[in-house]
């Protein structure tokens, strides 16, 4: 299997950019994902499970607050 590394040739965004922006993506995917996990365990009273979740969301949140200022100043110059 060959693979070709697209640099931004075809997108028009470079790797490094495009990995930021994936993975702000992945964050915001991630909190919005874990929402519905917390509400599971909301239902079911398990306090262990909504604290664990709650963190994790809390955390993917934060991941996402850094790569979008990191882009912001990236896209900005």
């Known amino acids: 299997?060959?693979?070709?590394?697209?640099?931004?040739?075809?997108?028009?965004?470079?790797?490094?950019?495009?990995?930021?922006?994936?993975?702000?993506?992945?964050c915001l995917n991630n909190a919005l994902r874990l929402e519905s996990y917390i509400e599971d365990?909301?239902?079911e009273k398990d306090t262990e499970v909504i604290e664990l979740f709650r963190k994790a969301q809390a955390h993917s949140r934060k991941g996402a607050d850094l790569g979008k200022e990191l882009l912001r100043r990236r896209l900005s110059d």
């Open 1 to 26: 299997m060959t693979s070709t590394a697209e640099t931004g040739r075809v997108t028009g965004t470079a790797d490094k950019d495009y990995n930021l922006i994936w993975y702000v993506e992945a």
């Open 41 to 43: 365990a909301e239902r």
